[in-house]
């Protein structure tokens, strides 16, 4: 059992303390923020701290964090924070859903917020920093790099690599042995059959690439 920090105060991080707190055996001892945005001095009935000052009130000797961020700035956003954690010296937790179904033979990150009824079949490596929302197939024999978000019931089939910074909208559906690029957007309901290219924002059925680079859709 790890004493945990939850990073933020938004819906995430509401969920990832009622998740922590009902289906793990960690302990969410306080919240954290930076601190220009910090209106409160509790939430949840826990502290909120400042993060410029957080090493100096929770030890990373002590305690661990986690950060529950969305996919906003192609999860950048979301990366600049665990790279600022990490550099503090602390160890990031992952939450893996009870309810989800995780094979033997399946390797899952730090800081990976994984929700219920996903299923990560066998020989599948998911990377660091990675949000998979509920209901996702995550295929076998595939590979998810760092920094990626998946929002929910997300066909991802086998033998894909999805590389960092990837955003896959709900219902949206991976043919097998693909290669999505750094940075791809997959659009809600999209049908992808091809490659991708690097920050291309893919659309329809099948799914064909935007005009706009994904930096421009999600930001």
């Not at 009902?22 to 601190?35: I, R």
């Not at 390797?107 to 079949?121: A, H, L, S, V, W």
């Not at 910074?165 to 690029?181: E, M, P």
Request: hydrophobic share 35%; with cysteine.
């Amino acid at each position: 059992m790890a004493k945990i920090i939850i990073f933020g105060t938004s819906d995430l991080s509401e969920l990832a303390h009622f998740y922590f707190n009902h289906d793990s055996d960690h302990e969410v001892v306080a919240f954290s923020v930076n601190s220009a945005f910090i209106k409160e001095k509790q939430f949840k009935d826990l502290p909120i701290i400042p993060f410029e000052d957080i090493e100096n009130v929770y030890s990373p000797n002590q305690f661990q964090f986690f950060i529950p961020l969305t996919g906003r700035n192609m999860n950048k956003n979301r990366e600049k924070i665990y790279f600022e954690a990490k550099g503090k010296g602390y160890k990031l937790v992952s939450y893996i859903s009870s309810k989800a179904t995780v094979w033997p033979e399946a390797e899952i990150g730090e800081n990976c917020f994984i929700f219920e009824d996903n299923t990560i079949q066998p020989f599948t490596k998911i990377g660091n920093n990675v949000i998979l929302w509920s209901g996702n197939h995550i295929g076998h024999h595939g590979e998810i790099k760092d920094h990626v978000f998946f929002t929910s019931h997300v066909v991802l089939s086998g033998h894909c690599v999805v590389d960092s910074y990837c955003y896959f909208g709900v219902n949206s559906t991976i043919r097998d042995g693909l290669h999505i690029a750094e940075g791809t957007i997959i659009a809600m309901g999209a049908n992808l059959t091809k490659n991708t290219d690097p920050l291309g924002v893919y659309i329809g059925n099948p799914a064909k690439k935007g005009p706009k680079p994904s930096l421009e859709v999600i930001n």
